[in-house]
């Protein structure tokens, strides 16, 4: 069992005691919500996503007649409720509701709502480490050289498509490109990633010949519009939304008639496998890709182990090839 964290004074604006105990859980709730989207710069999915797991654990605090403060919620209580969801949910599930009650936490004992993260004493599900999918060099080849019809808006999902797969993007940092962040003659693009940090990202020759041609088309979409700074546009002259970027990408996908279900992360994940495939230092694909941990690029060894025995039971005297 890990200590619950104490709130350090002078981390954070403090709130006295007596505003805290008048303040009601489901006030903290939307203030907590307000901080991820407003300062985090989280996406509307995942604040939402957050919200709801939140929300769920105070509506059984409720039905257990609890009516005090943030700090005065007992751990117990919160181990029933995670009890009582063991046989309803999967361990993911289970794990991902108490990330979001530790983070809740957190933005409490910072901004002095509570003494203590009640959620550090809560022991988490273990999870299997997923695998990250990967798409084959040349279904990515397949997806950007297939034939492509439809003028300016088929010019922008080509676009979209060679930035995700070429800077391995995220679908929210792709969306959130403003034109000023490209440098055109480094190409190089500037992104806003998970917890507001920003990256400066290169890309290849392919994208760059992808936007080239986009921004050619991106004038007469925008005249559509109210003239938004951003990058990548809708029909009707307004910024992209992530949805609309998985829709399109689906749409692409069923255009070149590739028989599985491409998402934004796929061609990400495609990216750092690759470069892993090609030599590249690990460290410098932590850096590419925006994530804290190398832990969390590490993940893609595992898929380049799997490629690696795939190859050599085919190739190998020795190997498995399977049935003939």
Not at 56 to 61: P, S
Not at 144 to 161: C, H, P, S, V
Not at 233 to 256: K, Q, W
Request: aromatic content about 6%.
């Amino acid at each position: 069992m890990r200590p619950r964290r104490r709130y350090t004074a002078g981390k954070g604006p403090q709130v006295a005691p007596t505003a805290v105990a008048e303040v009601p859980l489901t006030t903290w709730l939307e203030r907590f919500v307000d901080h991820l989207r407003l300062e985090r710069r989280y996406s509307e999915r995942t604040v939402s996503a957050y919200r709801s797991d939140l929300q769920a654990i105070l509506q059984f605090l409720e039905a257990r007649g609890f009516t005090g403060a943030p700090g005065d919620v007992p751990a117990e209580l919160l181990r029933q409720y995670l009890g009582e969801i063991h046989g309803q949910t999967a361990a993911r599930t289970r794990a991902r509701k108490l990330s979001a009650l530790r983070s809740f936490y957190r933005y409490l004992v910072r901004t002095g709502g509570a003494p203590l993260n009640v959620g550090e004493e809560l022991v988490s599900p273990k999870l299997p480490k997923p695998v990250p999918r990967a798409l084959a060099g040349d279904e990515v080849f397949q997806i950007l050289e297939g034939e492509a019809k439809g003028g300016a808006l088929m010019a922008r999902d080509l676009a979209m498509i060679e930035l995700l797969y070429g800077a391995g993007l995220r679908a929210a940092e792709l969306v959130g490109i403003d034109l000023d962040d490209l440098d055109r003659p480094a190409r190089t693009v500037r992104v806003i990633g998970k917890g507001n940090k920003e990256r400066q990202v290169p890309y290849g020759k392919k994208a760059e010949l992808a936007l080239e041609h986009w921004l050619t088309h991106r004038s007469t979409v925008a005249a559509l519009g109210p003239g938004s700074a951003a990058l990548f546009l809708n029909r009707d002259g307004e910024r992209l939304t992530t949805r609309s970027l998985r829709r399109r990408l689906h749409a692409r996908t069923h255009e070149v008639e590739l028989d599985r279900r491409v998402t934004p992360h796929m061609l990400r994940h495609s990216f750092a496998t690759h470069l892993l495939d090609g030599g590249a230092d690990l460290r410098a694909i932590q850096e590419l890709l925006g994530h804290a941990s190398l832990g969390t690029t590490q993940r893609y060894t595992a898929v380049s182990v799997e490629r690696l025995r795939a190859v050599y039971d085919q190739a190998h005297p020795l190997g498995d090839p399977g049935d003939p």
